[in-house]
C-alpha cells in the first residue's frame, strides 16, 4: 500500500494538516479496498504540536519519512528560515531514495529550505510569493497556478489548491477512476478552470505619495472606458510621449498603456461580478476594442475567461449594485 507522511511542524495551518489526511484518504481501489496509507508525524513521537485554535500530537517521529512513499508538507503560521534539528536531513534523505515530496500552501517555504526546490519552479499562496522568491532566489516561483509538478517534487497554492493537488498525485498512482471518486467524495471537481491568477488582487502599480502624475492616473483611472492612444494621454499630461513613459517608468514602475490595461481589467471584474451584462457590452464599458481582445487581455491577466471569472465571483443578481450597470464609480474597485 502507498504510504503518505504529513508532517506537522509547530504552528501547522490547521486545513493544510487535514487536507491530504481526508484527500488521500478517501481514495479506494475498484475493488474497495484503501489506496493510501496515511500517518501524521512530527520531529517527536507523539509530539504536541500548535495547529492554530489547537493542539495536535503527532503518533510517529521523523523516522516515519524513511518509509514514506510520498511526503505531504503543510503549511506552518509563521515558514522558518532554518527547519528543527533533524527534519531537513530527514528530507533531503527521503529524496535522495526517491521518496515523493509536496507542500501545501506556505509549506513551499520548508521544501525550499531543504535546497530541494533549487532550479526548479514553485508556486505557493499568491500573497506568500515574492516573499518565497526573496528568500530562495534559486527556486523559479510561479505565482499564478494551483500547483506545480516537478515530478519528484510538487508545491501547491494556499487552501483548496492542496485539494487540486492531491487529486493530481491521485491520479498519477491510481488513474482517473480512483481520483474522480475521490473528487466526488471532497465534493471538488477533478480539474478546475483556470489557475490561481484569477484570486489574486490585481493591485494597480504604486504611485509615490506626492508624485507628478497623480493626477493623471486619477483622471486614467476615471476614463479607462475610452480610446486612449499614447499620443493622447501624453496629450492630456502636457508632455511629450517619451517623456511621458519615462516618468511612468519612475514612478510607476511599468508604462502608460500597461497602467491602463491593469485598471480596464479591474473594472472588467467588477463588471464581471456585479452586473449580467454580456461579455460584449463589459469589454466596451471596460474600453477593450473588441470583445476578442478583451478574452485575449482578460485571460493573459486573470489566467481564466470572462465567463469562468464571472462563474467564480459574481453575486446574486439581487445584489447588483444599479450604478454598476452604467460603469464603476472611481473608488468603488
Known amino acids: 500500500m502507498h504510504t503518505v507522511v504529513v508532517l506537522a511542524l509547530d504552528g501547522v495551518v490547521p486545513f493544510d494538516l487535514s487536507a491530504p489526511i481526508d484527500t ?11 489506496a493510501y496509507r496515511v500517518r501524521v508525524c512530527s520531529p517527536e513521537p507523539g509530539g504536541e504540536v500548535r495547529a492554530g ?16 512513499d510520498t511526503i505531504v508538507l503543510p503549511g506552518v503560521a509563521e515558514p522558518p528560515d532554518v527547519l528543527p534539528p533533524g527534519v531537513a536531513e530527514a528530507l533531503r534523505e527521503a529524496a ?8 501545501i500552501c506556505v509549506g513551499a517555504f520548508l521544501l525550499a529550505a531543504t535546497g530541494l526546490l533549487d532550479g526548479l519552479r514553485a508556486t505557493t499562496h499568491w500573497i506568500a510569493a515574492p516573499d518565497l522568491a526573496a528568500r530562495y532566489p534559486k527556486v523559479t516561483v510561479d505565482p499564478n497556478v494551483l500547483y506545480v509538478d516537478n515530478g519528484q517534487f ?16 491521485i491520479r498519477r498512482d491510481y488513474g482517473s477512476a480512483v481520483a474522480a471518486h475521490a473528487a466526488r467524495m471532497s465534493v471538488m471537481p477533478l480539474e478546475r478552470e483556470g489557475g490561481q491568477a484569477q484570486f489574486i488582487v490585481h493591485d494597480l502599480p504604486p504611485t509615490p505619495a506626492g508624485a ?12 479607462c472606458a475610452r480610446d486612449l492612444t499614447l499620443e493622447r494621454i501624453a496629450e492630456r499630461a502636457g508632455m511629450s510621449s517619451r517623456t511621458l513613459n519615462r ?12 497602467w491602463l490595461h491593469r485598471a480596464r481589467v479591474r473594472r472588467a471584474q ?7 451584462h454580456p461579455v460584449e457590452r463589459i469589454a466596451a464599458q471596460a474600453g477593450f476594442g473588441s470583445p476578442t481582445a478583451f478574452r485575449e487581455r ?34 468603488s474597485y
Open 96 to 103: 535522495a531514495h526517491g521518496t515523493r515530496i509536496a507542500s
Open 298 to 331: 482578460f485571460r493573459r491577466v486573470v489566467g481564466t475567461s470572462p465567463q469562468g471569472y464571472r462563474r467564480s465571483f459574481q453575486v446574486g443578481a439581487g445584489e447588483v449594485d444599479a450604478d454598476a450597470a452604467h460603469g464603476v464609480p472611481k473608488g
Open 24 to 34: 488521500f484518504g478517501w481514495a479506494r481501489l475498484p475493488d474497495g479496498r484503501e
Open 53 to 68: 485554535a489547537f493542539t495536535v500530537r503527532a503518533p510517529y517521529g521523523l523516522e516515519a519519512l524513511a518509509e514514506a
Open 212 to 223: 507628478t502624475l497623480e493626477p493623471l492616473l486619477s483622471w486614467l483611472e476615471d476614463h
Open 154 to 169: 510538487l508545491t501547491s497554492a494556499g487552501a483548496a489548491a492542496a485539494l487540486d493537488m492531491c487529486l493530481h498525485m
Open 247 to 258: 516618468r511612468f517608468r519612475e514612478q510607476t514602475g511599468t508604462t502608460p498603456l500597461q
Open 270 to 276: 467588477h463588471l464581471l461580478e456585479t452586473t449580467a
